[in-house]
């Protein structure tokens, strides 16, 4: 089981940055991947990127440019630094840990809200 507690959230204006983080109850250093969701009311939850265990990582095509993902193995955090914010970015953002068991389990943080407003 693994725990997960997400921070960094918060209200900006369009074009500012915001540096999420998440912690985890356990060492990340052999869970499979760590990644940070987004979700708007209304529609599906949605990838904004994934880090591997082996140091690789994928982002989806609006956080390309914009987002990094990063994991701290010693402090069992994964971060996710946002620049140039829009309007559009405004969700609750999920924090993911994904362990692979004969098949996928995926454990989730309770999320934290970023709003881009002006």
């Known amino acids: 089981q693994v725990q997960l507690v997400e921070s960094g959230g918060g209200l900006v204006q369009p074009g500012w940055s915001l540096r999420l983080s998440c912690a985890a109850s356990?060492?990340?250093?052999?869970?499979?991947?760590m990644a940070w969701y987004r979700q708007v009311p209304g529609k599906p939850r949605e990838m904004v990127a994934r880090?591997?265990?082996?140091?690789?990582?994928i982002y989806s095509d609006f956080a390309k440019g914009r987002f990094t993902i990063s994991r701290d193995n010693a402090r069992n955090t994964v971060n996710l630094q946002m620049n140039a914010l829009k309007f559009e970015d405004t969700a609750l953002y999920y924090c993911?840990?994904?362990?692979?068991?004969?098949?996928?389990?995926?454990?989730w943080g309770q999320g934290t809200q970023v709003t881009v407003s002006s």
């Open positions: 880090i591997f265990r082996d140091g690789s990582y």
């Open positions: 993911n840990a994904r362990e692979v068991e004969s098949g996928y389990v995926n454990y």
């Open positions: 356990t060492s990340i250093s052999s869970i499979h991947a």
